[in-house]
């Protein structure tokens, strides 16, 4: 074990020793005896000193700490000393679990046949349960942070709700917007690939552009289009074009020298090039735009009904529900807003495994 | 014998922001039908402009070319040669018979006729087996094997090759050498092929063009009369090594004067 | 000369066309789009046979028109700038102030977090599997959706619970957005700058048996100062963006936001137009002064001019 390890090892044992006594000391042996039995078997792994313990038996503490911790929350208000101990030791364990299997692992290895995924997904379920343990345990005002099993309550009791926002927002807004600015920039960079001037006079602004608050049109464009999903839609259009006008025109000049020289000798004609060597060569960054542009729209749809919107949609329902202080609400739409894209982002990589599965940072993965 | 390539005192000056480069200097040269032509030199001495001048992707400044008694460019729009990079230059979203198919596709052979080609050329080279490989899951020897595939596959009388090995190690070049001596005579296509390596170019040819930088110029021109049937060890005999030391002369004197210049 | 000539026509020359063609096209908008409100006034005014060039003037100088033409936003961005003292809140620089304060003390906070964050990612095979997928999954999420949570819950902690006086605190809960937008590309451009070094120049490393901290300073550090400029320059951008944001929910009287939400309120057009030009100014600046910075650590670094 490294150096890191053993003091992991022997802080979470420690802690769970002197949580143990707390435990022992304060009120009746047989409340939260789950609590209890985690905080011995925790201080029980000091033996590792003597004889070694695998890294699964400190996944095992973890996950009974986690148990023990979740169960324990709504028995004591406020929430004892041992309470937090035991939840900083199922941290400890946790990382500890995480720090001796990542070595285990290939270094380097990404995905080793899934058990890659299990360290994300317990730093991720960690991160989870400590929200809950302290939001629930501490008493956290639910104005501040509403604990995350209240945010999923509020998910499953306002689907109708969440999805008439999502229908607004994102089916609307941002999957119209999205399609139009990608297409209107994919368009453009073809119509002046064959200008040398206008790419040179265009490509500055388009870089310059990247780089300005476009969120910023959105007043003028619910001035322009009126307050429903049309003028979000335009915002959309708008800050997606940009990404996808400048990658695109990139994109066409990535072929090497060599490449467009063969076509020459074949005395290929300007079509025949740009369909057969030209444009697979710019998929990979296509496909960058792509992805910039699936957070871009979501963000511009968002944001652009903060300026104003028929009842309804995402954005709207975050600023109102703030200003009522109806947080887990928002928390729903921003969870919802995660997810929707997350999964916008997931499938455009899937389809670009597909597609440009011979470029080297698909092939290396 | 009519001549596939003339050059009458060709020249090509490149325009560049430090001063005019003389790439060709009043070249002169003839290459017949079936003959197979080394140009070699130190670099900088013009043998890929003078390939590329062939193949219109350079434009001579002065002088005359022709390629089959007419124009370059008439040639290349006629598809009348093929031309090997220095890379592979193959196309990584496709597989090695559509990287082959490429040209066909473009000269608009009939699905077929290109079925039949892409069997037969790559029965050529050696690289049956492989249609459905991708470029990336070959070995840099078989990616220019499928890349001079893809020169043959439309049956030009010319091939164009501009070091096409040299990026190889020497084990695999020697065996792509004694391959390429195969297909010419198989084929019957006249060859030019840009080399910096001597017995490359003297085993491989029937004329060596030396050449020598600043200005770009032939200094030599030297027929070999090695025999067409040439295996590997015929590099230890008397006649090729006189040859390799003519070559070597001649690289020597055109490059003694500047010697020291970068 | 020939040479500074010759970039002029090749790299100028075009921008400066479509820069043109854009304020001509703007210019001809804005004559179609004011129109209808313009024929408006003259039927409720009685006023028939107007001339073409009357009627063309007319549409480039409403009150509130649907698009101003571009003079009259150049007219009202001078005059909110040169024309009013910089601390009255008529003062579009007064705006700008307030914004960049806020975008800039986030752009220092998400800069430092995520270069500390891409430090310990690369030294820590844990930290590395456990934090990099959720950072760029979050990189997928709109951030900016929180920004109202972050502004109105944060702004509520600081003065409350902690008792920080207003304006600190709405500049603090706004620097945090832009703290939070900045840091993502930060720390993903650093965690490839700090492992663009090839394995040949570490393992020369290792055959000094140097140690991690020198391995640190003297190789991986310097190999990342491209991507840490390149994802600086992504990240005050987005500082910007974030403070604007920021600026949206309600509350804020202060910065360009506000501008654009008040503009938006009583349909100025020419209000919004003018903050959203200070606002592309600003940005624009913004990355200027970190190419300034990066050229001039460039510089210090011997590097080779690009």
Known sequence: MSQLQYFLALLAGGVSLIGLVFGLISGPLEQALLLKAFLALGTLSLVRFLVPLGFWADAALAFLGTVSVLTGIGIFSPAPAFFWLALVASWLFAWLFVERFSRVLAPGW??????????????????????????????????????????????????????????????????????????????????????????SGLLPLGNLVSALPIVGVAPIMVMWFGFDWPSKAAVVVIMTFFPMLVNTVAGLNAASVIERDLMRTYAASYWQTLMKLRLPAAGPFIFNALKINSTLALIGAIVAEFFGTPIVGMGFRISTEVGRMNVDMVWAEIAVAAVAGSVFYGVITLVERRVTFWHPSVRGA | MTAVVSARHLGLTFRTNDGDVVALSDVDLEIGKGEFVSFIGPSGCGKTTFLRTIADLEQPTSGTLTVNGQTPETARRDRSYGYVFQAPALYPWRTIEKNVALPLEIMGYSAPQQAERIGRTLDLVNLSGFEKKFPWQLSGGMQQRASIARALAFDADLLLMDEPFGALDEIVRDHLNSELLKLWAATGKTICFVTHSIPEAVYLSTKIVVMSPRPGRVTDVIESDLPRERPLDIRETPEFLAIAARVREGLRAGHSYDEGAV | MQRLGQSFMTRFLPILTVVVAIVLVWYAAAIGMNAAWQNDVYRRGDVANVPFTQFVLDTWSQDKPVLPAPHQVAIEVWNATAMVAPNKPRSLLFHAWVTFSATGLGFVMGSLLGIGLAVLIVHNEAMNRSLMPWIVASQTIPILALAPLIVVIGFNIFTGTIGIPTDPARLLSKAIISAYLSFFPVAVGMVKGLRSPEAIQLDLMHTYNATPSQVFWKLRWPASVPYLFASLKVGVAASLVGAIVGELPTGAVAGLGARLLAGSYYSQTTQIWSALVVASMLAALLVAAVGVVEKLVNRAMGARPA
């Open chain 1, 110 to 199: 990404r995905d080793s046949g899934g058990l890659g995924l299990i360290i994300p997904i317990v730093f991720g379920v960690a991160i989870l349960v400590v929200w809950e343990a302290i939001t629930r345990g501490a008493n956290v005002p639910q104005v501040i942070l509403p604990p995350p099993s209240m945010i999923g309550a509020r998910i499953a009791s306002s689907i109708p709700t969440l999805w008439a926002d999502f229908q607004q927002t994102f089916l609307k807004a941002v999957l119209i917007g999205y399609l139009l600015g990608c297409g209107l920039g994919f368009v453009v960079a073809i119509l002046i690939d064959r200008s040398p001037f206008l790419k």
